[in-house]
Structure formats: C-alpha cells, structure tokens
C-alpha cells in the first residue's frame, strides 16, 4: 500500500500529493491546527484589548502587548514543529524539479545531514541558554523566560526528528516524489 494519496483531493479538488496519515496522526495534526487557533485568537483578543484600552478609554496596559508577543513566538515556533509540513517548506523547487530522482535522493541526504548536525551542535547551547533564563521574567505578566523559550526546544527535537525521518527516508525508503509543476502551490 502506497503512502502517497494521488487521488486525495484537497480543498480546491486538486491532489495534494502528501503522505497518507494514519488516524491518529491526521487527529494530532488537527489538535495541533486547533491550538494554533486558539493562540491566534489570544494573540487578537489582547491586541483588541490594546486597541480599546489605549486609544478610546486612555488606559494603556502593558500585558496586552507582552501576550501577543508571547502568542506570536509560541504560534510560529509551534506551527512549525507540529503544524507545517515538509513538503509546504520553502525550497529551490526549480533545482529539485530539474533533477533526476537519484540526484533529489543525495540532495534530501546532504540537506537533512546538515541541519541536522548544524541543529545537534547547537542544542547544548540552547538547552543551557533556555535553562539559564530562568532568573528572569516578563515585565507584567511574571512568565519566567524558561518557560516562555521552552518552545524552542520543543521545535529543535521536531526539527531534528523530522529531518532524521527524512535522511531515513533518502536513504532507504521510497524514491522522492517526482516534481510536478502542474501542483505547485503556496501551500495554503
């Protein structure tokens, strides 16, 4: 059985070409959309709140804007961990497109052996840069910044897994898929 649903139409009844997802995964991914959601609508909520509290009742509040920051950074830094996938990333498609399938396979390998060393090397240094920052805080709302950087760290290890899967996948699974021009798209 195929891991890739060539029939599976996306919204606009065009085929998205993505691995299948299991049950489980495809329940994941959408909690994890429902969480970004919902950080979205924190993030305009307190901007809102910014908005009338500042400019029509003369009453700025400080933790408006420290929580949409907060949402900002956490809604990017998740989204991108649990929420985009690989094949939505930015990427040299007309080098990927004009090369045979060998030639993507060595590419996916090199590309993924780098991020992941360059992501590996670095991680030491963020786990003690993220542990460290928990002497200080947020100016209002008192989040220590451990807590609020943590995110970080949850990124790098989906980073790192996603990349180790897609080395695993370069070198023994199933050829990557052939470039289709006919598909692209903004991956929205």
Request: proline share 5%.
């Amino acid at each position: 059985m195929s891991d890739v649903r060539p029939d599976d139409p996306s919204p606009t009844g065009q085929s998205t070409g993505q691995p299948a997802e299991g049950p489980l995964r495809g329940w994941l991914r959408r909690r994890a959309e429902n969480v970004i959601a919902l950080m979205l609508l924190v993030m305009f909520a307190s901007f809102m709140a910014q908005i009338i509290f500042r400019y029509f009742l003369n009453l700025p509040i400080g933790w408006t804007s420290e929580i949409t920051v907060v949402m900002w950074l956490w809604l990017v830094l998740f989204g991108a961990a649990f929420v985009v996938r690989e094949s939505e990333e930015i990427r040299f498609d007309i080098v990927y497109g004009a090369v045979s399938t060998r030639a993507r396979r060595v590419m996916a390998a090199l590309f993924s052996t780098a991020l992941l060393v360059a992501y590996g090397f670095s991680f030491p240094a963020v786990w003690d840069y993220v542990t460290f920052m928990a002497v200080q805080s947020t100016a209002y709302m008192r989040i220590r910044f451990d807590l609020l950087f943590s995110i970080y760290i949850v990124f790098a290890v989906a980073v790192m897994g996603r990349y180790a899967s897609i080395l695993w996948q370069a070198l023994r699974g199933p050829a990557p898929e052939e470039y289709d021009p006919t598909k692209a798209s903004s991956g929205v």
